[in-house]
């Protein structure tokens, strides 16, 4: 197993019901993956350095993850 560090940036247009609801579609998405979360830190509504899709802010969640570096796809 190999460890990594992800940030998802989420839409700052979606309920809180929503985020929450997509957070945890990625945790079932790591654990299909025989991956664990190590630790998760929820940075809140942060502005982006840039524009991305005409946002200027998103939720920032940010994750320290094991698993096996093959079940990785961008």
């Known amino acids: 197993m190999n460890k990594f560090e992800a ?3 989420i839409s700052p247009e979606i309920s809180n019901a929503q985020l929450k609801k997509e957070l945890a579609n990625f945790d079932t998405i790591l ?3 025989n991956g664990n ?3 998760k830190e929820d940075w809140g509504l ?3 350095s840039y524009k991305i899709k005409s946002f200027k802010k998103a939720f920032y969640n940010f994750f320290q993850l094991e698993v096996d570096g093959n079940k990785i796809e961008i």
């Open 7 to 9: 940030v998802l940036l």
């Open 31 to 33: 654990n299909t993956n």
């Open 37 to 39: 979360i190590i630790n």
């Open 46 to 48: 942060r502005d982006l």
